[in-house]
């Protein structure tokens, strides 16, 4: 079926506000993952999320930072209030399972906090 | 916690000739997996080779081929015959293959540039 797919391609919004980044993950796919580039870094990683088990936010960078998945399928990355620092591209990317399966990557979400 | 270096933020290749890029790694795990991703323009990440650590032989894709050296934890790509397509941001990773660690670490990247 499609790939990865990522809402809003590209957001421009104001300090202190509110946002919110969809990821559409590969149908079938149990394992989902956020991931951060900003400006001429790698990807630093967010939250991953498995099944029905704990999701690992252990890469969130502060509790402004938050995402749900939603019936195991589309997930949601919610920034509060946010900062200057906080533009990057936002990539999410998908497998069918932990371990050796291979990470599919959406397109991503540009974000710009002016 | 495991760490991956690029080292050349940039390199540049002819069309049809060969280019190597480097990649290290640091890690105290003895299996694992090791990537490299191209990014082009549209953003996408897009897999162009793995290998898993516990075997000894270097994986090859088409043009593509990887000098895997558990010892020294290195892990370099090889683009053969490049052609003006394979321009992008090249990213090496790690992935553990420890438990649900499964999240990637990435290097900086290396912007590879293709000329006529």
């Known amino acids: 079926g499609a790939g990865v797919s990522q809402s809003p391609s590209n957001k421009v919004t104001e300090k202190g506000k509110d946002v919110e980044l969809r990821c559409d993950p590969i149908?079938?796919?149990?394992?989902l993952y956020w991931y951060r580039q900003s400006l001429g870094q790698g990807l630093e990683f967010l939250i991953y999320f498995q099944g029905n088990s704990a999701p690992d936010k252990s890469g969130l960078p502060s509790d402004r930072f938050s995402a749900e998945r939603t019936g195991g399928s589309v997930s949601t990355l919610t920034i509060q209030r946010t900062q200057q620092e906080d533009s990057a591209v936002y990539l999410c990317a998908s497998s069918l399972q932990t371990g050796k399966n291979i990470q599919y990557f959406g397109a991503g979400t540009r974000l710009s906090v002016l | 916690a495991q760490t991956v270096t690029q080292s050349q933020p940039e390199m540049s290749v002819q069309e049809a000739e060969t280019v190597t890029l480097s990649c290290t790694y640091d890690?105290?795990?003895?299996?694992?997996?090791l990537f490299w991703y191209k990014q082009p323009p549209s953003r996408q990440m897009i897999l162009v080779i793995r290998?898993?650590?516990?075997?000894?032989q270097n994986a090859t894709e088409n043009r593509f081929s990887v000098n895997f050296q558990k010892a020294a934890k290195s892990f370099s790509l090889k683009i053969s015959d490049s052609q003006l397509g394979d321009a992008a941001m090249y990213f090496c990773?790690?992935?553990?293959?420890?438990?649900?660690?499964?999240?990637?670490?990435f290097g900086t990247g290396t912007r590879l540039q293709v000329t006529l």
């Open positions: 149908s079938g796919h149990t394992a």
């Open positions: 890690t105290s795990e003895s299996d694992y997996y």
């Open positions: 990773a790690y992935r553990s293959a420890i438990g649900t660690a499964s999240k990637l670490t």
């Open positions: 290998q898993e650590a516990y075997k000894q």
